[in-house]
């Protein structure tokens, strides 16, 4: 099976840098995804990771350390429009089908 | 072009109804999913369809069952309705390609209410 945390919720100052914590415990391990899900509407694509290391897309960057079970997500220079909920998923095989797991997401609540 | 759509938006009916979701994607892809999300926003995978065929089945009552027509097509088929269905259903498709092997995309969703 798939075990997968991270914080609840969260709350930032317009800005600042956040960094939203994930870790997993997963048979077939294939890559570790970040979603963006705003409040009533439908999960975003926002990072992948599949090696070890940083991966850095304006903004945002993820982490992956997969000795440790570990990913993060950086966000930096918040924006008000970053308040939303963060998925962390882990793609599993070898079903074929590389099925995300999502865990049960961090709301980020951006404030001035 | 909406890349992948789902209808209806919202959904209220009756216990013990039987009712359907369509999903069609326009992006080519190979791979289709129907994911539920709970009132506690928990997001959790039910089926996944590769080439019209049933991949994985996480352990779903049979009171649900995907149909894909084609492959731009997985439409959700739900019998004998319970308050527990209540929730946010999505669909999500994938591609096999190289390039952008892993990415879900996820329709916009619909919210099924059941009185």
């Known amino acids: 099976g798939q075990n997968i945390d991270q914080p609840t919720e969260m709350t930032a100052t317009e800005g600042a840098i956040v960094q939203i914590n994930c870790t997993y415990q997963?048979?077939?391990?294939?890559?570790l995804f970040w979603y963006q899900q705003h409040a009533g509407e439908a999960p975003t694509f926002l990072s992948y990771?599949?090696?070890?290391g940083l991966e850095e897309k304006g903004r945002f960057s993820s982490f992956l350390s997969r000795s440790k079970g570990y990913s993060y997500l950086l966000l930096k220079e918040l924006q008000m429009k970053d308040s939303a909920s963060y998925l962390c998923?882990?793609?599993?095989?070898?079903?074929?089908?590389?099925?995300?797991?999502f865990g049960t997401g961090t709301r980020l609540t951006v404030i001035p | 072009d909406t890349a992948v759509s789902q209808t209806p938006k919202y959904l209220v009916t009756q216990m013990g109804n039987d009712k359907s979701i369509k999903c069609e994607q326009n992006?080519?892809?190979?791979?289709m999913y129907w994911y539920k999300q709970d009132s506690k926003k928990f997001l959790k995978i039910m089926f996944s369809?590769?080439?019209?065929?049933?991949?994985i089945n996480e352990t779903v009552p049979n009171r649900f069952s995907p149909k894909s027509p084609d492959k731009a097509h997985l439409n959700l088929h739900i019998n004998s309705l319970e308050l527990g269905d209540s929730a946010v259903y999505f669909c999500?498709?994938?591609?096999?390609?190289?390039?952008?092997?892993?990415?879900?995309?996820f329709g916009p969703g619909t919210r099924l209410l059941v009185l």
């Open positions: 992006l080519g892809h190979d791979t």
């Open positions: 998923a882990v793609s599993t095989y070898p079903t074929g089908a590389n099925n995300l797991f």
């Open positions: 369809y590769n080439n019209k065929e049933l991949i």
């Open positions: 997963t048979s077939g391990f294939n890559g």
């Open positions: 999500a498709s994938r591609t096999k390609l190289a390039g952008d092997p892993e990415t879900q995309y």
């Open positions: 990771n599949v090696l070890d």
